[in-house]
């Protein structure tokens, strides 16, 4: 009798068994995974806020650059903020003032000087978001809206009171890198501060006796506690001189600090600028006394370590 043909019959061979993963080697992949963005995450955000570090100390330095040209070209510099007088409204600031050596001619011949910030003919102006004026560390967009001044209590002195809390007048453009009024409140010394900037402040480069080198001019803000401006003096909004000013009563990112210290997302100090335009990272731990004494431009203190 002849052997039954098997593949007449429809068996065929069946391949070998393949192996799949079982849960727990899944389960394994996973957890590797994991602990590899774990590990990966931290560096990526790391280098991120170096290359934001970076870009701020850039802005900071085109400022400096664009103030020392001011100084070269007008034989002073920009006045912290002007009052009334042939040519400008009161208010306008030292950073509007430097505009055009920033590569913003643009934006500074659209602007009415003649009237006030907040005049209806420079509402376009209030909007103008100048990129080298903003910090890429820092929080929220580029534009904010501004409290009004409150005359109910002296908001000002609470710690940590964020000062565009309350009403609000119109939104305007940010601004992180207010220049340095002193060691002294603004509203109680306007127009004789011990820094660089202050109200008709006629401040050359000679008059930095302390030394430009030791001096810093212009620091930089967050906005956690409120947001700065460019424009100048706006007369109903909260803290009006500190929006564009700043003043160094507490260490760099106090706790205890105000809206008008400087301060910063960086984390472990602030940016600042010093007269000859050099720009450099300052620890929060840098002692008071130190640090007031950068803040001066002819104290005759003796500076010691910044760290």
Not at 97 to 115: C, G, K, Q, W
Not at 168 to 195: C, H, Q, S, W
Not at 199 to 226: A, C, Y
Not at 287 to 304: N, S, W
């Amino acid at each position: 009798m002849p052997k039954a043909n098997r593949s007449s019959q429809g068996l065929h061979k069946l391949p070998g068994n393949q192996k799949g993963f079982t849960l727990v080697e899944l389960l394994v992949v996973l957890a590797i995974i994991g602990i590899l963005v774990g590990l990966l995450l931290p560096a990526v955000q790391a280098a991120r806020e170096a290359a934001r570090r970076a870009q701020c100390m850039s802005n900071q330095r085109q400022i400096g650059l664009a103030l020392s040209n001011y100084e070269s070209s007008h034989r002073r510099l920009s006045s912290g903020w002007v009052d009334w007088n042939r040519t400008k409204a009161p208010g306008w600031s030292w950073a509007h003032a430097i505009l055009p050596f920033m590569e913003s001619t643009t934006v500074y011949n659209s602007i009415d000087h003649r009237s006030a910030i907040d005049a209806p003919i420079n509402q376009a102006s209030l909007m103008q978001v100048i990129p080298t004026f903003i910090c890429p560390s820092d929080i929220g967009g580029n534009t904010f809206e501004i409290g009004m001044e409150s005359h109910e209590e002296e908001e000002e002195e609470h710690e940590g009171h964020n000062v565009d809390e309350g009403d609000k007048l119109f939104r305007v453009a940010k601004f992180n890198y207010p220049a340095v009024f002193g060691t002294m409140e603004i509203d109680e010394v306007p127009y004789n501060a011990n820094g660089t900037f202050y109200g008709n402040s006629p401040t050359k480069f000679k008059d930095i006796l302390d030394g430009l080198s030791n001096t810093m001019i212009v620091g930089e803000r967050s906005s956690r506690l409120g947001g700065s401006v460019w424009h100048g003096w706006i007369s109903d909004a909260a803290e009006p001189g500190a929006r564009f000013l700043g003043v160094a009563d507490h260490s760099p990112n106090s706790k205890i600090g105000h809206f008008e210290d400087f301060s910063s997302q960086h984390g472990p100090g602030i940016h600042i600028v010093f007269g000859d335009s050099s720009t450099r990272l300052i620890s929060d731990a840098i002692d008071l006394d130190v640090y007031q004494a950068l803040c001066t431009r002819q104290g005759g203190e003796i500076a010691k370590s910044l760290d």
